[in-house]
Structure formats: structure tokens, C-alpha cells
């Protein structure tokens, strides 16, 4: 049993991205949160643009650093999580449902094919220490 | 890597290991705005182990320091400490010091890890100067409440105005005890035998208003004050003229590198380290390029989110024309809009309470 949620696909980037009704929903991972540090700005898409997979889409910045947050798969990003320009924080504190980045739709689901599950993210996150 | 002697203190409360030049230092305990803001609220616990501390000892070993830098200690009133830095012929800045005039001529100078192999043979080229680094723990703590706590371990820090320094005992052990610190809050820096720190650390560690801060606290909190850190913001390649150090050189006196410091104050036209803030929460990073209307005019040395002026700010070498403050520029390589401000950038302090 991993310690991530079994129903999100895993990009070596540290994005996780999951089925959300006819869309999908995307964030990065609490491994992710956790080497950032206190997340203090998150850079979101424009809803409606088009993006592929390993697009750079979003950005996040912490204290210590700042990195780019890359697309899981192709699609359309849909929605984005406003309440991220407020409180940045909500990404560290709940990294795979509050503190969803954004949501795509028209998703490429051959690219999700191409993903990690979250045993072989879990493998993939030991070997990196 | 070299560990202090409170290593194992900062893996029992989970502090994450980072390499500091080459020193084993914990970058955060509990997470670095938490550990920003408790020191700006209650007080805060550092562990400056890795720092250069040397003793220096009657007149000539006094003179001889004095040739060094370009502080004049022979200025200094006992009781206190003055800011200033070692320069090479040139006028850079191999490490900034600050000496305490315990004495007459009782000096306790304080530098940094990073620099120590070139400045500790420079400052013991003298007999009676001794580097007293590896034998001395470096316990801080900041904040308001900084005072009122430390006053219950050693009495004598009530006596201590912002600056001043003495020496004190605890459980009958000689230390120095300093009323100064990098994060703008009232505070101590106390210069203490290996053998106690771990006792001295957990003691204050029992104060419910003290909590461990580590290095990325400790940057956040010495930005916000425009704090310059050596081996970041300068190095041998900036003077002290553009380090912002400009008011802490002892032109009345000799020191290494006072000819070429003289001649580049009277060419001027050099740039000079300067406060910068963002209109958000994005914040600027070192080694970004400044740019003035496209063209690039100057360099980030520091740079982060600032937790307690909820912005981005750093610290940037300018042109002398840019910094007067509200001068907007622009920063890296998505041209991040920054403004030039004014020192300190977090202004309610406690330091001089």
C-alpha cells in the first residue's frame, strides 16, 4: 500500500494528476511540498489554454526556490484553484485536494499510459534519497 | 561535512540537514516562515557553531588586528562591538568581522565559516591572537521575548544595550555574551565552550516561548533587515563601497586595502548594493540579471519571499543612478518587476528596545 493515493497518476516531475468527472485535476505531490518548503506564490495557466504533455504550465515558488510545474498530459486546462493567490500555504498543507493546481479537459488519455502509478512513484521518490 | 556540537540536538527535533560551507546546519525545524515569525513574535534559538571566533590580546596583537581591517578597534568603547571587514589589496572583501572590546585590549572577534582558512592565519599572524573556533559553540537567540528568558539563565544580559558585549558565566562557566544578532529583533549572541552548549541548548529549549530556527529562517529574517551575508552578497570581487559598508571604514587610519578603496571612492561611479521589493508575492532570486528598460544594469545577490512584509525582496548591486527609492526595474528572466526601497525593508524591529 503506497503512502500516495492510489487513484492519481505520477510524473517524474512530481505533478500527480487524477480523473475528476469528465476532466482531470492536477497538483504536485506531497513529496513535492514537502522539498519546496513553504510554498509563497503559485503561478496559474489562462483557463482555455492549450497545452501539451511536459508543457511548463504553472509555477510555483517557496522561500528557497522556485520551479516550474509541467503539464501530465495534453489537453485543455479548464480551471485553475484560485484560492491558491491568497494562500499559497494550502499547497503544503494539502498537497493532493486543497491545493490543486488546475484542471484540464480534452485530456490526451495516451499520455496518462506514459505515468507513473503511485507504487512505482513511491519506488521512483526512495531511489531519489 | 563538519558537524557542531549540537548536531544530534538538531536531528532530535527534526531539523533537515543542509550543506552550509561545508558545515552540516539545519535549514528548518518546523518550516522557515513558522520559524520567521516565532522570532518575530517570541524568540528563536539558532546554532551558529560553524562561525570563526578569535581572542586578541595586548596592544601589539590589538595594532596589528587594527592593520587588518577597516574598522579602527582602538575606537571602540569597552563594553561594545563595531561592524566592519578584512580586505585584500584591492579593496575586496574577504570576510566582514565584528570585534568586541571586552578590554582595553581584550578583543573578541567574531567571523564567518565560509572564509575562515584564508582570515584565521591573517588574524594569528600575531602571537597573542588566537582562533578559538573549534573549541567555541555559538547558541543564539532572537526575538522579543529574547530578554526576559535569558535573563533567567544569565542575569547579567539586562546590563547590555544594542551592540554591547561582555563577558558572563553560566553554571559557573566563562562565556561572551553579545546583545547583537542578523534578524532586526532584540537579542543575544552567546560565545560559549563546546561542553556546555548541549546542556545551555536544551535549557533554553525548555522556555515554552523558545523554539529552534534554522539557516533558511535566519536568511528570511536577515534580508527583511538588508542584512548582507558574506560569501552571497560580497565577496573578494565587491569593496566595501558597494557592499553597502560605506559608513563603517575607518578612513582616519591604515588598513589592507585602504589605497585602492580611496581611489575607487574618488572615481565613484560604481554600483552599489541595494534593497529591492516585488508588487507580489513573487519573489526575486540570486544571480538574477537587473534590467532598466530592457538593458541590463546590475545583478541579485539576495533574494527570497519576505513572510513579514508579505512580498518578494532581496538585495541587488545597482547603479549609484537607480537607487533612489521607488525606482522600477525589472528582474530575471521573465523581467519580474521590482522597486528599489529603503533600509530596513521590515521597519518594526526590536533590536534597540
Known amino acids: ?129 | 561535512m563538519r558537524r557542531t556540537p549540537l548536531h544530534d540536538e538538531h536531528l532530535a527535533l527534526g531539523g533537515k540537514v543542509v550543506d552550509f560551507h561545508g558545515w552540516a546546519l539545519p535549514v528548518q525545524f518546523a518550516g522557515i516562515i513558522e520559524e520567521h515569525n516565532h522570532t518575530r513574535a517570541k524568540a528563536a534559538l539558532f546554532d551558529c557553531s560553524h562561525m570563526g571566533e578569535f581572542t586578541i590580546r595586548g596592544e601589539a596583537a590589538v595594532k596589528a588586528f587594527g592593520d587588518l581591517v577597516c574598522l579602527d578597534p582602538l575606537k571602540i568603547p569597552v563594553g561594545r562591538g563595531k561592524y566592519g571587514a578584512m580586505l585584500t589589496e584591492n579593496g575586496g572583501i574577504i570576510d566582514d568581522v565584528i570585534a568586541f572590546r571586552l578590554g582595553e585590549f581584550d578583543f573578541y572577534v567574531v567571523t564567518n565559516a565560509g572564509p575562515l582558512e584564508i582570515v584565521s592565519p591573517k588574524i594569528c599572524s600575531s602571537s597573542d591572537a588566537v582562533d578559538v573556533s573549534d573549541d567555541t559553540a555559538k547558541i543564539d537567540i532572537q526575538g522579543p521575548s529574547a530578554r526576559d528568558i535569558l535573563a533567567q539563565e544569565i542575569p547579567e544580559c539586562t546590563t547590555l544595550k544594542y551592540y554591547q558585549a561582555r563577558r558572563a558565566q553560566w553554571k559557573g562557566v566563562d562565556i561572551v555574551l553579545a546583545r547583537t544578532g542578523y534578524t532586526g529583533e532584540l537579542g543575544f549572541e552567546l560565545f560559549i565552550p563546546n561542553e556546555i552548549s548541549v546542556d545551555l541548548w536544551r535549557k533554553l529549549l525548555t522556555y515554552p516561548d523558545v523554539k529552534p530556527a534554522g539557516l533558511g529562517a535566519r536568511d528570511t529574517l536577515r534580508t527583511e533587515m538588508c542584512y548582507g551575508l558574506s560569501g552571497q552578497d560580497f565577496d573578494e570581487s565587491r569593496t566595501p563601497l558597494e557592499a553597502g559598508m560605506a559608513s563603517f571604514i575607518a578612513w582616519d587610519k591604515d588598513f589592507v586595502g585602504r589605497h585602492a578603496l580611496a581611489k575607487k571612492r574618488d572615481a565613484g561611479g560604481y554600483p552599489v548594493l541595494t534593497p529591492i521589493k516585488t508588487s507580489d508575492r513573487r519573489a526575486p532570486r540570486h544571480e538574477f540579471e537587473v534590467k532598466n528598460n530592457g538593458e541590463v544594469v546590475g545583478v541579485v545577490t539576495s533574494g527570497t519571499f519576505g513572510p513579514s512584509v508579505g512580498c518578494g525582496i532581496g538585495l541587488a548591486y545597482i547603479p549609484e543612478s537607480l537607487t533612489r527609492p521607488g525606482t522600477k526595474l525589472t528582474a530575471g528572466p521573465r523581467d519580474l518587476e521590482i522597486e528599489t526601497t529603503t533600509i530596513p525593508i521590515y521597519t518594526k524591529g526590536t533590536c534597540r528596545v
Request: aromatic share 10%; net charge negative.
Open chain 1, 1 to 129: 500500500m503506497s503512502q500516495y493515493p492510489n487513484n492519481c497518476k505520477y510524473t517524474k516531475e512530481h505533478e500527480w494528476i487524477r480523473a475528476d468527472g469528465a476532466a482531470y485535476v492536477v497538483g504536485i505531490t506531497s513529496f513535492a511540498a514537502e522539498q519546496l518548503g513553504d510554498v509563497t506564490y503559485v503561478d496559474l495557466p489562462k483557463p482555455g489554454k492549450e497545452v501539451k504533455q511536459g508543457d511548463s504550465t504553472a509555477a510555483v515558488e517557496s522561500v528557497k526556490a522556485a520551479s516550474d510545474i509541467y503539464a501530465p498530459a495534453g489537453g485543455r486546462v479548464s480551471a485553475v484553484n484560485d484560492a491558491l493567490a491568497d494562500a499559497p500555504e494550502i499547497v503544503n498543507q494539502s498537497p493532493f485536494d486543497d491545493g490543486w493546481f488546475f484542471k484540464l479537459e480534452n485530456v490526451n488519455a495516451a499520455d496518462l499510459d506514459s505515468l507513473m502509478d503511485a507504487d512505482a512513484y513511491e519506488k521512483y521518490v526512495g531511489a531519489q534519497h
